[in-house]
Nanobody, 126 residues
Framework: EVQLVESGGGLVQAGGSLRLSCAAS????????FGWFRQAPGKEREGVSC????????YYIDSVEGRFTISRNDAKNTVYLQIDNLEPEDTAVYYC???????????????????WGQGTQVTVSS
């Protein structure tokens, strides 16, 4: 059974940090690229960052560049999203998603992702 389980969300003050984790099981982790998406109340789901399979190269949307860091630990079948200098606008449910990492290249098109987690809530107070 394929599972993606996010954790690490919570309530933090603006300027604080969180580290989200996504534990994967049920598929060959090394073959998959991963993305982090978020959905704020009343807004569409937005891709914020992704990490490739094999190379581990990363991509960020402009609004999170420099504050978000995505990483993967293939030995632990886990993907992380470090979020620093949190802003109230970062408040959302954060989702981890996986897609087969071929052909190579970054994408945050949710239609390209095969598996999704249940999400973890991040709330930033001002």
């Amino acid at each position: 059974e394929v599972q993606l389980v996010e954790s690490g969300g919570g309530l933090v003050q603006a300027g604080g940090s969180l580290r989200l984790s996504c534990a994967a099981s049920g598929f060959t982790f090394d073959d998959y690229a991963f993305g982090w998406f978020r959905q704020a109340p009343g807004k569409e789901r937005e891709g914020v960052s992704c990490v490739a399979s094999k190379s581990g190269s990363t991509y960020y949307i402009d609004s999170v560049e420099g504050r978000f860091t995505i990483s993967r630990n293939d030995a632990k079948n886990t993907v992380y999203l470090q979020i620093d200098n949190l802003e109230p606008e970062d408040t959302a449910v954060y989702y981890c998603a996986a897609r087969l990492g071929y052909p190579p290249g970054h994408t945050l098109d949710p239609r390209r992702y095969d598996y999704w987690g249940q999400g973890t809530q991040v709330t930033v107070s001002s």
